[in-house]
Nanobody, 114 residues
Framework: QVQLVESGGGLVQPGGSLRLSCSFS????????MGWHRQAPGQQRELVAT???????KYADSVKGRFTISRDNAEKTVYLQMNNLMPEDTAVYYC????????WGQGTQVTVSS
């Protein structure tokens, strides 16, 4: 059974940084494309960043140049480094893994506020 567990969320001031982690278990991590999505109150869940099994990355326009997704196959973990955070980045951030099936984590709250 695949499990994804996010961590690293919290409260940060505008302009600050956070690093989210998503720990993966239950299958062959290196085969999975991984991604981060987010959902703000009253809004639909949106894609933030993805990374393929081969390490190719893609970002939403709203986070390009500020966020970096990476993966450590040995640690079975995917990261999202978030810099220069803005209030509009406030959301619950979800980790997603996709190979034969799609799996989601439970989410971690990120709040950007002064």
């Amino acid at each position: 059974q695949v499990q994804l567990v996010e961590s690293g969320g919290g409260l940060v001031q505008p302009g600050g940084s956070l690093r989210l982690s998503c720990s993966f278990s239950g299958s062959i991590f290196s085969a999975y494309a991984m991604g981060w999505h987010r959902q703000a109150p009253g809004q639909q869940r949106e894609l933030v960043a993805t990374i393929t099994s081969g390490g190719v990355t893609k970002y939403a326009d709203s986070v390009k140049g500020r966020f970096t997704i990476s993966r450590d196959n040995a640690e079975k973990t995917v990261y999202l480094q978030m810099n220069n955070l803005m209030p509009e980045d406030t959301a619950v951030y979800y980790c997603k893994g996709n190979w034969v099936s799609t799996y989601w984590g439970q989410g971690t709250q990120v709040t950007v506020s002064s």
